[in-house]
């Protein structure tokens, strides 16, 4: 069981690391050192006393990654309140159900979100407050006056007393220019009690309130710390200084725990993409910054690849070097050096989570040797289950499991493969207000249950095949795992990406084509159908009877995706 309070994390970081930049907004350089951000979470633990706020209130947050999200975050969970990030992605009627299923009581907004809500449709909400300023947006008349059930307290909200001019006047009153390192004391709140309730966006379409404590966020922060490098203990994967771009959303699991809370709490600048984080954008960033670590999803490095390796990789005379003993040494070397340099060329590694990796994208990066490892987790376990640094990373897995995380591995079938379970520190405490989910996300005796398939060698390394509620039947009840199909489809000319699925008891590949590769090949409609019907049976070549592509379905438009950039199938499965 973790021994450090997710609360006092913040507390002893601002204190240690005072004079240190923490945040950056990486487009307009807006710069917060860790004193800066401490006063600003003073301020707005002052504007939820205005509001009437109360331990463990919920306070929901969207916007895009900034340093004020940060901040707004921060100030929440510090004053011993429940935070609700939102997924930008999520439609105005899917943020106005999350903000009145969670009971929220205040709202943080960018304003490009704020445009497109509705008040009418925000259930208890007192206040909005906006992400550029923390100005109020709106005062929500319906939900005042606030009655204080243990003093009976009655709190009016008129605008002036919850501006920020109003709050500097109160933060002037109580520290009367006497704000230092020893001026912050938060109320403790046990690990154990609800931090967070963050509303999954899965690829099965159920959004749920998954109920994260305390102890689950810590224990995902501190691993960040202290998870070693190689086996030294002397190397940690974050240090005091240590710079991160941040572009994986904020209000998701894996970015919030490590992007930000990890680097955070242990002193950490943090740059945030404020931009849509495009190839050209991030390739930027990362070359400007120098990032000492890089966290990503497969989908940007497999772009990255295919934008910048591939193309070089496949024209003669460098695809026939390729092939030859040792001089391939080289030209892999040299290879690695422009892929580490376009990282910025400062990192300890890329770790790479939130779906499965290509298959030979992870095979020709390993073979350049390019230090990245792929860990696993998910929402609700806040998110880290497994994780293996480079250099210990067993290929095609996804690293070993934590410390404090058990795994086992049920209803096994003959192949040695069943349902991934885990239990730990990290384990989410149930869905908010669906007990019935809850009960169905649990084994009868305590075990989480990832809804994965896979299995873990002797030394504790996860394998996964795929997602139980994806794996297909061949004719003759033989299991098949379409990510591994598409896996192979994605290699191919032509494809940028794939989904395969069951129709009838035919095997079905729906393809969107890398629209860039058609035209330069200058093919036509027909011509891409043809293509593709060409990939369907080279790709066939390497699959057993069972699994062959009977048909393949041409998709123009590119598949929805949820924020992790894994495909929504269940919008193409129906």
Aim: proline share 5%.
């Amino acid at each position: 069981m973790i021994k450090e309070n997710f609360v006092r994390l913040f507390e002893d970081s601002f204190r240690r690391y005072w004079d240190l930049e923490a945040f950056t907004d990486y487009e307009t350089k807006f710069t917060l050192t860790y004193g800066q951000v401490a006063e600003q979470v003073e301020k707005l633990h002052l504007l939820f006393e205005q509001c009437g706020i109360q331990k463990n209130d919920r306070i929901a947050l969207i916007g895009k990654n900034c340093t004020r999200w940060a901040v707004a975050y921060i100030a929440t969970v510090t004053y011993g309140a429940v935070i609700v990030p939102i997924l930008q992605d999520f439609r105005p009627e899917n943020v106005h159900h999350i903000i009145k299923h969670s009971d929220s009581k205040l709202l943080f907004s960018g304003d490009y979100y704020w445009d497109h809500l509705d008040e009418n449709e925000l259930g208890q909400v007192r206040a909005v407050f906006s992400l550029t300023d923390f100005r109020p947006l709106t005062v929500i008349e319906s939900a005042l006056p606030i009655i204080d059930e243990e003093s009976g307290t009655r709190f009016e909200l008129p605008r002036e007393i919850i501006s920020p001019e109003a709050i500097q006047k109160l933060f002037d009153a109580k520290f009367q220019g006497m704000f230092f390192p020893d001026s912050i004391r938060y109320d403790y709140k046990d690990n154990e009690e609800l931090a967070s309730i963050n509303y999954t966006s899965g690829t099965t379409g159920f959004s749920k309130g998954v109920m994260t404590t305390g102890r689950a966020l810590a224990s995902n922060a501190i691993f960040g710390h202290h998870a070693y490098a190689a086996g030294n203990p002397s190397h940690k994967l974050l240090f005091p200084g240590d710079r991160m771009v941040t572009f994986l959303p904020l209000a998701h699991a894996y970015g919030c725990a490590f992007d930000f809370l990890g680097n955070s709490t242990i002193g950490g600048h943090t740059y945030f993409i404020t931009k849509t984080p495009t190839p050209k954008v991030l390739l930027a960033a990362f070359s400007e910054i120098k990032p000492t670590l890089i966290l990503s999803v497969p989908l940007i490095i497999e772009k990255i690849y295919r934008k910048q390796i591939q193309p070089m990789i496949a024209k003669p005379p460098m695809n026939w070097v390729l092939k030859v003993p040792y001089i391939d040494d080289v030209l892999l070397s040299q290879i690695r050096k422009k892929l580490v340099g376009v990282f910025g060329g400062s990192f300890e590694q890329v770790i790479i989570g939130g779906a499965a990796m290509n298959v030979e994208v992870e095979k020709f990066l390993r073979k350049l040797k390019f230090p990245f490892t792929i860990g696993y987790g998910m929402t609700e376990t806040a998110p880290l289950i497994s994780y293996s640094h480079w250099s210990k990373f067993v290929p095609t897995s996804c690293g070993q499991i934590l410390d404090n995380m058990e795994v086992r591995i049920d209803d096994v079938n003959s192949e040695g493969v069943g349902e991934i379970v885990v239990r730990g520190d990290n384990v989410m405490l149930g869905y908010y207000k669906n007990e019935e989910a809850t009960k169905g996300s649990f084994t009868d005796d305590g075990w989480l249950r990832t809804g994965d398939l896979g299995y873990v060698d002797k030394d504790g390394n996860i394998f996964i095949k795929g997602r139980c509620k994806t794996m297909l039947l061949g004719p003759s009840g033989q299991n098949i795992y379409p990510e591994e199909i598409e896996d192979k489809l994605n290699n191919m000319p032509f494809v940028m990406e794939s989904i395969v699925v069951q129709r009838e008891n035919r095997i079905v590949a729906l393809i969107h084509p890398d629209i860039d590769a058609c035209d330069a090949a200058g093919l036509d409609s027909a011509g891409v159908a043809r293509e593709l019907d060409n990939v369907r049976k080279e790709v066939n070549k390497n699959l057993a009877a069972y699994e062959q592509i009977n048909e393949v379905e041409v998709h123009i438009q590119e598949f929805e995706k949820t924020p992790k950039k894994s495909i929504k199938r269940y919008l193409y499965t129906k």
